[in-house]
């Protein structure tokens, strides 16, 4: 029987617990700074589950939400509800405006996200960067669960920084390993999403996601076609930007 991604990556290395306490701290701090204006930003991969549980777990007044793409693997979508059911806290759901999305597909295809990187950076601008303007309008701090360890783009991903808009930005698993977040994962019970034991490190959009090999990168399954440097979509770019895309 194939191991599950706790039994595969789980491991209590030196100082987790510390790097734990930190990360909760760290919230803490924030929640009480921007009391009832903070939003969890979670793309309902395992760093988001984890932010997730400590939000819950420690009864801080963040709110979770969460984009719906309208091309998410199934296994992403039902996970809304298990957190729903799980901790008792509603998720926040923003989707992109109908009419855009049917004016792309109209004028670019489907799959035009395979043709080339700007117009899968048009997609994302559809799909991602304006559902999540909505998402961070009205608050003034936002969490998510980027780490160093992910990738070369995110190695020097701080513990917290101020976007374009003036919001503070904090990123309290920044210097955890995989190995601390399904051992937290392992710890706590926390729920999380079934393609990770499939081999899906990073989970995006269903098109444009894929399970990686022994030895890739985290993030080699995230638009695989394109080349390593432009493997982000602009959610964690500086600034998130409005850019009409027909």
Not at 99 to 110: D, H, L, M, P, Y
Request: proline residues 4%; neutral net charge; charged residues 30%.
């Amino acid at each position: 029987m194939m191991a599950n991604a706790i039994e595969l990556h789980a491991r209590k290395t030196r100082g987790h617990d510390a790097r734990v306490a930190h990360a909760v701290a760290l919230l803490r701090e924030a929640a009480e700074d921007h009391g009832g204006r903070i939003v969890q930003a979670s793309s309902l991969g395992v760093e988001g589950m984890v932010l997730t549980d400590m939000i819950a777990r420690h009864q801080l007044p963040i709110a979770i939400a969460t984009l719906d793409t309208g091309r998410l693997h199934g296994e992403t979508l039902a996970l809304i509800d298990r957190i729903e059911q799980h901790y008792g806290r509603k998720v926040e759901v923003f989707r992109p405006r109908q009419e855009a999305v049917i004016q792309f597909v109209r004028k670019n295809g489907e799959n035009a996200m395979f043709e080339s990187v700007d117009l899968r950076k048009g997609c994302c601008e559809v799909r991602k960067i304006e559902p999540m303007q909505r998402l961070l309008a009205g608050r003034s701090a936002w969490v998510t669960g980027l780490r160093r360890e992910q990738s070369e783009n995110r190695k020097a991903v701080p513990f917290f920084e101020i976007d374009a808009e003036g919001r503070e930005k904090f990123y309290p698993l920044a210097d955890w390993t995989e190995a601390d977040v399904w051992q937290y994962v392992k710890t706590y019970g926390v729920p999380y999403n079934e393609l990770h034991d499939r081999f899906f490190p990073s989970i995006g959009c269903e098109p444009c996601t894929r399970a990686i090999s022994l030895g890739e990168d985290h993030r080699a399954g995230r638009w695989w076609w394109e080349q390593e440097g432009a493997k982000e979509c602009g959610l964690h770019a500086l600034p998130l930007r409005e850019t009409a895309v027909a």
